[in-house]
């Protein structure tokens, strides 16, 4: 080599640290009833860090799954290949639970342990994390037919990934997949024309086409599709009982702009059997607690994203050098690392708050069953908004490098409006959260009892608070609740965030968000904190202490 080709002022590669090195995150575990959790999620976080992950995640991604119709004998096979690198990524998160197993964990908090474990996880590679998502969501829905969770239920929560086609009775393990979306309707389900006709043995035949099936290559799916009564829910299996393949057909796997690693389909039903779900026509409202639980993923997955970043971000500025010394040691290059550290830990803070509040609410506590349903949708909308604008930041925190594909902050900058636009765009979102007001008026009531609980603590929160009350106030009327929805949504997130933060995360980062985020004093930019944010203190709180240059 030349000495004009001597690698001199760049970072080396980032390898060897865990994705679990975040105070915040341990915290929440062990102040929310699952401290036995903390060494699980500290042996996935170093095993999502280490290099031999890190290569997996990149061949998913540069090796993305094909869809193969025929054999090569001209019989229909509809088979999706994957790289060998997803397999062991699926492998590795079934078997620590990331996928139906708080379902048949008794100890508390286990649907928190379960969530800290697939941020940590998603933050190695996040395409693999649709059919585990599903997987976990699936099992609350099918519970509204008790006779098909006795016997899918402990398969969906064995930690054993069997993949292949196969009967689903037959197999150690499953994973579940979801059949709503067709190209006439989209978010408006209710317009599918996907129809079900009973066979006269209690399964019915489904016949139509389905714009979006994720994961095709799942052995059970929960389908919608109209029937006399009106929308209906199925549970569809890909192989029957005797051994034979249902009548599904994979028409082609989309071009997708990111979560490349995971197979998403346009698939066909032909007569597919499936055995129904729930009260019949009310599909939707059965299904609805699988996208809840869905969407709590996509909170979790934005805040993985966020963390991801960030933590590329701060290692390529303390390694890198410009005009004279670090880039983490110029102002304004600190001022753009505290707001993405801002920004990443109340994410991560909102998401664990409501991993506790599904413990809580499967343990019969209605308040936060209610909290739940409100702070969800909120959270779902600002958190996975805010995940583009982060992993647009942190990218450029990089400079030219963070725009070129093997510094991994393209995938992350892919992968981010996914979140946003999975299970209900921003709209959508909001119009829920106007949905959960309108329907379920104890969920404003448990939302205020959860943010109060810091009054008196910072006098920017109070202020905030009392203004999201005058706020809901004026939303008067049907279509000026409307216009107002993203408005509403945006800042009960916020104030929830601000709540979260002020009581649990370092109290110059709380200082920080309550002066950018509620106070009026921040620019429409990330650094552009307000003066007087103590930004050594921020830094150092989110600064990750295991992390090695390899």
């Given at each position: 080599m030349t000495v004009t080709h001597e690698v001199v002022n760049q970072?080396?590669?980032?390898?060897?640290?865990?994705?679990?090195?975040e105070p915040a995150l341990l915290e929440a575990l062990r102040r929310d009833g699952a401290a036995w959790g903390v060494r699980e999620v500290s042996e996935l976080g170093a095993l999502a860090?280490?290099?031999?992950?890190?290569d997996q995640a990149r061949w998913a991604e540069e090796q993305p799954p094909r869809l193969h119709t025929h054999d090569r004998?001209?019989?229909?096979?509809?088979?999706?290949?994957?790289?060998?690198?997803?397999?062991?990524?699926m492998t590795v998160a079934v078997e620590h639970g990331l996928h139906a197993a708080p379902w048949a964990d008794d100890r508390p908090g286990a649907h928190l342990v379960r969530a800290a474990k697939f941020y940590v996880w998603s933050q190695a590679e996040p395409g693999h994390g649709c059919p585990v998502s599903m997987t976990y969501a699936a099992v609350p829905a099918l519970r509204a037919a008790p006779e098909l969770a006795a016997q899918y239920e402990p398969l969906l929560a064995a930690r054993s990934y069997d993949f292949g086609l196969r009967a689903p009775l037959t197999k150690s393990g499953l994973i579940a997949g979801m059949s709503m979306t067709e190209k006439q309707g989209g978010s408006d389900v209710r317009a599918n024309t996907t129809h079900a006709?009973?066979?006269?043995?209690?399964?019915y035949r489904l016949t139509g086409h389905k714009w979006f099936t994720s994961a095709p290559m799942s052995d059970v799916f929960l389908a919608l599709a109209q029937t006399a009564e009106g929308l209906g829910c199925f549970l569809l299996p890909r192989v029957l009982p005797d051994g034979t393949r249902n009548g599904m057909r994979l028409m082609r796997l989309k071009d997708k702009l990111g979560n490349r690693s995971n197979a998403s389909s346009e698939i066909e039903y032909d007569q597919a059997v499936a055995w129904p779900v729930g009260e019949p026509g009310r599909g939707v409202r059965t299904i609805v607690e699988m996208v809840n639980m869905t969407r709590l993923d996509c909170v979790l997955g934005s805040a993985a994203g966020m963390r991801a970043g960030l933590r590329l971000a701060l290692h390529h500025t303390a390694h890198r050098r410009a005009f004279g010394r670090e880039l983490d040691r110029q102002p304004l290059m600190r001022s753009v690392l505290a707001d993405l550290a801002i920004e990443s830990e109340a994410a991560t803070l909102l998401g664990m708050r409501l991993a506790t509040a599904v413990d809580r609410s499967q343990a019969g506590d209605a308040g936060e069953a209610a909290l739940r349903r409100l702070a969800l949708a909120a959270g779902k909308y600002w958190v996975c908004k805010r995940g583009s604008a982060h992993a647009a930041e942190a990218l450029e925190c990089l400079g030219g490098n963070g725009y070129v594909e093997e510094s991994g902050m393209p995938r992350l900058y892919r992968e981010a409006p996914l979140l946003s636009i999975w299970e209900g765009s921003g709209n959508v979102a909001a119009l829920d959260v106007l949905r959960a007001l309108g329907k379920e008026p104890a969920a404003l009531d448990a939302f205020f009892a959860e943010v109060e609980t810091a009054t008196g603590a910072d006098r920017r929160l109070d202020a905030a608070v009392a203004g999201l009350r005058k706020m809901l106030g004026s939303a008067a009327g049907p279509e000026r609740a409307q216009l107002m929805a993203r408005s509403l949504a945006e800042r009960m997130a916020l104030v929830l965030q601000g709540s979260l933060l002020v009581r649990y995360s370092h109290p110059a980062l709380a200082?920080?968000?309550?002066?950018?985020?509620?106070?009026?004093?921040?620019?429409?930019?990330?650094?552009?904190?307000?003066a007087g944010v103590d930004l050594t203190a921020v830094l150092e709180h989110v600064r990750p202490q295991t992390a090695s240059a390899a």
């Open positions: 970072a080396p590669p980032l390898t060897g640290f865990s994705t679990a090195d860090g280490s290099a031999a992950v890190q004998f001209g019989h229909r096979i509809d088979e999706v290949e994957f790289h060998p690198a997803w397999h062991q990524l006709v009973p066979a006269g043995d209690g399964t200082d920080a968000f309550c002066a950018s985020r509620l106070d009026g004093e921040w620019g429409n930019a990330f650094g552009t904190l307000p």
